[in-house]
């Protein structure tokens, strides 16, 4: 065993100088073959490159859009649509793949801003004049997106039989929110309705559902996240 | 990997697993002031005979589970409060990173707030302060070694002194041993002033750097013993001498050196919780001048234990950390709100009243059957990115280990502390990571 004649003390491992004062005491190796910990060894961190190069791409086409739609104005400013487009896919990947936030919590978020990104698409896509300009995104768009999350949600739980509970709370937050195109609808009378009271009628039946088998897991959740 | 459930394994969690349960009072804090720069983590490691199986070690964490409900669990998000849930997913042992109490990434570790590693001879279990203190980790240590060593066939007898698999977890296990023991009355927290904070050049990348020296139990107890002091007084008072050596002197002028002594509460009360359950106490060093005696220091520790190391003191530090729990005001508001003030508190306050941790497990005791396969037992702090070194002091087989952690490149207090163990005539062995190589 190697010993410090400074330190006055016995060293182990399989270095060649003394942890305490740095004193250099050769044949090191033969005598001390085990290392008592392990090596490290420096990463590249892959992950940091693809997040920094997403987000100079995605700023790169957001001015490379504005340059060519103020250069080729026509009259529409179809540039903010694109840009709201490339944001979107940014954040997304960002939101989904960067943050370590509950998968429930993520589809809640997911289902809220693509109806936000609708409407912004539909305000700048709709001619001036028009008496309402918020047509499709509230009668097509968001009733699907609200349905097709609430699907998703769904078929979640039923694969995820573990963690199934974790989502109930999610699953009511999205059915709540599947009411809201309809009564958009109805309060600006916009035609169709028929989407919109799809999606309402599905997220009534689900709470409905929910009220009726899994009322025990509800009031169990709502316990555990309201507790005082 | 699918794991059986061995048939010897009690799988009756018993009356008294609860489905979720609340943070202890100690618990609440560390959720919120963790993070990269302070993970609040700490490991116990113990040292076995031959190289780890990890085939063998993974079963043996399973078998565990039923065992030790309040560790395998995951914090989830409540309006008001973070709460525990039992965790359905399998915790994963890995292979021992060189970064030592790393803080833990949870999402990448199932869910889990502890990670248990091997590394030849070694088993490592990394715990997040906010599941345990020292004392449960270490329950969960042996017997997490105990039913390895089981597994691999040789003929084991508990003695009592192990938690084992066929056994069903007891409610006093998993109880909140601060709520059940705190008594409500006026209380008034001990002012204790910002510390001295001990400098240096600091790991870019974070990380720990461990020097860990190795000494009999014996020859320790005996050079205390001569000072007229205990082994714990002894240590503490070293490490506020080594501190009071090598610091910048003008700093030390305006600031005290404050020692951090956590105290194990459970003897006091008689508590069996594997959960937190301890309280602290500061040794208070003031700067004089140049002159530093050791043995003026070890009188004023011996001083401070007298004074603060009882449960009278104790106990006014647990009244004004219960009660701020319980605080209405505090209850209401919602968890961000907590988070926040928490947050600011602790970075403005708290973060700052000690200059180094020393605490003692003290000696760990394991069956024969068992003890014929350890070689020994380490327990090691996290270091705080920037901050100079806390140790960490745990006893087996009469082989005393003082572990030091740090986050910054120089090693001044550990060579001054060591080189005056040896100077006192004891034999010490000493190793390292020599972290400060890497960066
Ligand atoms: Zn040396």
Redesign the pocket.
């Known amino acids: 065993m190697l010993y410090?004649i400074?330190?006055k003390?016995r060293i182990t491992g399989n270095s060649d100088r003394?942890p305490?004062?740095d004193?250099h005491m050769p044949g090191a190796y033969q005598q001390n073959p085990e290392p008592k910990y392990p090596e490290y060894i420096p990463k590249v961190r892959s992950n940091r490159k693809v997040a920094k190069a997403m987000f100079i791409s995605a700023i790169l086409l957001i001015m490379l859009s504005a340059g060519i739609n103020a250069l080729t104005w026509s009259g529409s400013l179809w540039s903010v649509i694109f840009s709201a487009y490339v944001l979107y896919i940014w954040l997304m990947g960002l939101v989904t793949f960067k943050t370590r936030v509950h998968l429930g919590i993520k589809l809640v978020g997911h289902a809220i801003s693509v109806s936000v990104l609708m409407l912004i698409m539909n305000v700048f896509i709709s001619k001036t004049g028009t008496l309402n300009p918020v047509t499709w995104s509230v009668s097509y768009g968001m009733p699907i997106v609200f349905i097709a999350f609430i699907v998703a949600a769904v078929i979640i739980m039923i694969k995820k039989k573990q963690n199934r509970k974790d989502f109930l709370f999610y699953l009511l937050c999205l059915c709540v929110a599947g009411f809201v195109p309809f009564i958009i609808v109805l309060c600006f009378l916009t035609e169709p309705m028929l989407p919109g009271l799809i999606a309402a009628a599905i997220s009534y039946l689900i709470i409905m559902g929910l009220a009726v088998f899994a009322r025990k897991a509800i009031a169990e959740e709502f316990v555990k996240k309201f507790h005082v | 990997m699918v794991l059986q459930l061995n048939p010897l394994v009690n799988t009756k969690t018993g009356h008294a697993a609860p489905k979720w349960f609340r943070l202890d009072n100690a618990a609440k804090i560390y959720p919120v002031v963790a993070g990269p720069q302070n993970g609040h983590v700490f490991r116990i490691s113990m040292t076995l005979t031959e190289d780890i199986d990890p085939k063998l070690l993974q079963q043996a964490v399973f078998d565990l589970k039923p065992r030790f409900p309040t560790f395998y669990v995951r914090m989830r998000r409540g309006f008001f409060w973070y709460y525990y849930e039992k965790n359905e997913r399998t915790l994963e042992v890995k292979p021992e990173p060189p970064f030592m109490c790393k803080s833990i990434d949870f999402f990448a570790n199932n869910g889990y707030q502890f990670s248990c590693y091997y590394h030849k001879k070694r088993i490592s279990v990394e715990v997040f302060h906010s599941i345990c203190d020292g004392n449960g980790a270490l329950e969960y240590t042996k017997s997490l070694v105990y039913r390895y060593l089981e597994l691999k066939g040789y003929p084991m007898e508990s003695e009592n002194m192990v938690l084992t698999v066929d056994q069903s977890p007891s409610a006093e296990e998993m109880e909140d041993s601060f709520l059940k023991n705190y008594k409500e009355g006026p209380s008034t927290r001990p002012v204790v002033n910002k510390a001295y904070e001990i400098k240096g050049t600091p790991f870019i990348q974070g990380g720990t750097g461990v020097i860990t020296g190795k000494m009999s139990v014996e020859e320790l107890k005996k050079v205390a013993k001569d000072y007229n002091a205990t082994v714990t007084q002894f240590l503490a008072a070293l490490l506020a001498y080594s501190i009071l050596k090598t610091g910048d002197r003008k700093r030390l002028a305006r600031r005290p050196v404050n020692i951090f002594i956590p105290v194990n509460m459970r003897k006091y009360f008689n508590s069996k919780t594997l959960r937190n359950f301890s309280l602290y106490f500061y040794s208070i060093h003031k700067y004089k001048d140049d002159s530093i005696e050791f043995k003026e220091i070890l009188e004023k520790t011996k001083q401070d234990f007298e004074e603060k190391l009882n449960l009278a003191h104790l106990l006014e530090t647990m009244k004004a950390n219960v009660a701020a729990e319980k605080n209405l005001a505090v209850r209401g508001s919602p968890l961000f709100v907590k988070k926040l003030l928490l947050k600011a508190g602790y970075s403005m306050f708290a973060n700052r009243l000690a200059t180094a941790t020393i605490t003692n497990l003290g000696n760990v005791v394991l069956p024969s059957s068992m003890s014929k396969y350890v070689e020994d037992v380490e327990l090691n702090l996290g270091a705080r990115y920037k901050s100079g070194p806390n140790a960490a002091v745990v006893s087996c087989k009469g082989v005393a280990s003082v572990a030091f952690s740090r986050g910054i490149k120089e090693k001044e207090v550990e060579k001054t502390f060591f080189r005056f163990l040896s100077e006192q005539g004891i034999k010490v062995e000493i190793q390292g990571n020599y972290w400060e190589k890497y960066f």
């Open positions: 410090c400074d330190c003390v003394c305490l004062c004193k």
